[in-house]
Antibody, heavy 119, light 111 residues
Framework: EVQLVESGGGLVQPGGSLRLSCAAS????????MNWVRQAPGKGLEWVAN????????YYVHSVRGRFTISRDNTKNSLYLQMNSLGAEDTAVYYC????????????WGQGTLVTVSS | QSVLTQPPSVSGAPGQRVTISCTGS?????????VHWYQQLPGTAPKLLIY???NRPSGVPDRFSGSKSGTSASLAISGLQAEDEADYYC???????????FGTGTKVTVL
């Protein structure tokens, strides 16, 4: 069974940093593109970043470029999101997701981890 | 502010058919990029419902169907059931933004 379990969320002050992790199991992790998608409280979904199987290609939504870094460790079956210079607008539940089918549909999702940016 | 526009809400009685539109532009749906649809039940993670415009993953009932034409896409739910009450989102790629975009989301209410 495919499982994605996020961790690392919490309360952080504006300007601070946080590193999210996503532990993958039940599939061959290094065969798949992976995504981070976020959802602000009471709002819709927003794609944040994705990364190719070997980590050599990474793409970001404009609002996080230069502040967030997506990475993966295929030896640990883990996906990461390093978030720096956090602002209130980054407050959201962050989901990791596995890309399936055509190459950009998120077929499997984790349960999410909440990041709250507040003083 | 999303570049894919959906109606905020749709409703229908049990057994009825409802449709949700997803209106884009020439830089996303109209450029030929595929559309995916997700269902998000209250308090849970999204679930893939339709991929590549009209395909259902294994386990998704055939009551759900997707289509695409021009700069828009649609999700239809036939034989509406109480368990279909959820938020629904479309997703595509946008070449002007060089990234993926989700629709504004639609809340489906079963009367």
């Amino acid at each position: 069974e495919v499982q994605l379990v996020e961790s690392g969320g919490g309360l952080v002050q504006p300007g601070g940093s946080l590193r999210l992790s996503c532990a993958a199991s039940g599939f061959t992790f290094n065969n798949y593109w992976m995504n981070w998608v976020r959802q602000a409280p009471g709002k819709g979904l927003e794609w944040v970043a994705n990364i190719i199987q070997d980590g050599s290609e990474k793409y970001y939504v404009h609002s996080v470029r230069g502040r967030f870094t997506i990475s993966r460790d295929n030896t640990k079956n883990s996906l990461y999101l390093q978030m720096n210079s956090l602002g209130a607008e980054d407050t959201a539940v962050y989901y990791c997701g596995r890309v399936d089918f055509s190459g950009d549909a998120v077929g499997h999702w984790g349960q999410g981890t909440l990041v709250t940016v507040s003083s | 502010q999303s570049v894919l526009t959906q109606p905020p809400s749709v409703s229908g009685a049990p057994g009825q058919r409802v449709t949700i539109s997803c209106t884009g532009s020439s830089s996303n749906i109209g450029a030929g990029y595929v559309v995916h649809w997700y269902q998000q039940l209250p308090g849970t993670a999204p679930k893939l419902l339709i991929y590549d415009n009209s395909n259902r993953p294994s386990g998704v009932p055939d009551r759900f169907s997707g289509s695409k034409s021009g700069t828009s896409a649609s999700l239809a739910i036939s034989g509406l059931q109480a368990e279909d009450e959820a938020d629904y989102y479309c997703q595509s790629y946008d070449s002007s933004l060089s990234g993926y975009v989700f629709g504004t989301g639609t809340k489906v209410t079963v009367l």
